[in-house]
Structure formats: structure tokens, C-alpha cells
């Protein structure tokens, strides 16, 4: 929703953290070790008022809930916001990754599943601390 009010995944030091923040408030709802193969693919999603973390290593199949909240806030109006970086100075930070970014709409026309890209498949490379905004309206 904003910088203040936002649900997400964090990756670091070996676990994957599932967390929403509310009125600028972070809580973690659950976390995992991190695991390289199981947790490929990562999902938020929204369903009869309840949000889903979810992770696969495939993103097709597979798909394990690992964390439910009930929706903190209305959810109409959002923006996705995809980033990298370290808190801390990183002698060698690496880069950050994005690929096969999928957005079912509001109102699904022929097929359910609309894909955020153009063939072939295009990789974003980002260097770290440069976040990546999808606005959705």
C-alpha cells in the first residue's frame, strides 16, 4: 500500500522471513532457513480476506503455503516494489536477480494468468539498493 503499510519477504542471514508492516509497525509472522531449490519462486496472494506467502521450485507446481495473515489493511490500490541491497558494507554484494514476474488482473479475460514480460524471457539485473517499482492501479 505504502512504505508504512506493506507485506513482503526477507531473505538474509540463512531465512526467509514472511512479515507484514502495518501503520510503520514490522511484524514477522513466521520465517524458514532459507533453502536455495525450495524457495526458487515466491508468491504473495490474497484470498477471502486472507494473505498467503507462498514458495515453490518451480513456479508452476508445488506451491507451499508458508505463511497466512488476515488481510492487515483494504486491499484496492497497491504497488509492488522488488529490491536487493545489504544493510551493511559488503566488500562483494553480488546482484540481485528478477525474473518471470506474473499479475492475474482483477477481471481475467481468456486466460487466468497474464505474464509481465515479452518473449524471449528477459532477466533483470539490478545492482544492489536500486528497488524496482511495478505500479499497479
Request: aromatic share 14%.
Amino acid at each position: 500500500l505504502d512504505g508504512n503499510n506493506k507485506v513482503q519477504f526477507v531473505q538474509e542471514g540463512g531465512n526467509l522471513y514472511y512479515q507484514k508492516i502495518v501503520a510503520g509497525t514490522p511484524t514477522t509472522i513466521s520465517s524458514d532457513g532459507w533453502n536455495t531449490y525450495l524457495h526458487r519462486f515466491w508468491r504473495i496472494r490474497e484470498s477471502g480476506g486472507t494473505i498467503y506467502f507462498e514458495t515453490s521450485p518451480d513456479g508452476v507446481s508445488d506451491w507451499v503455503i508458508r505463511a497466512t495473515t488476515t488481510n492487515p489493511f483494504a486491499i484496492t490500490d497497491l504497488y509492488i516494489q522488488i529490491g536487493g541491497g545489504t544493510y551493511q558494507s559488503e566488500t562483494s554484494p553480488g546482484t540481485a536477480i528478477f525474473d518471470n514476474f506474473n499479475v492475474i488482473p482483477s477481471t481475467p479475460k481468456k486466460s487466468s494468468r497474464y505474464k509481465v514480460k515479452t518473449e524471449p524471457a528477459q532477466v533483470i539485473h539490478i545492482p544492489l539498493f536500486v528497488p524496482l517499482f511495478i505500479i499497479i492501479n
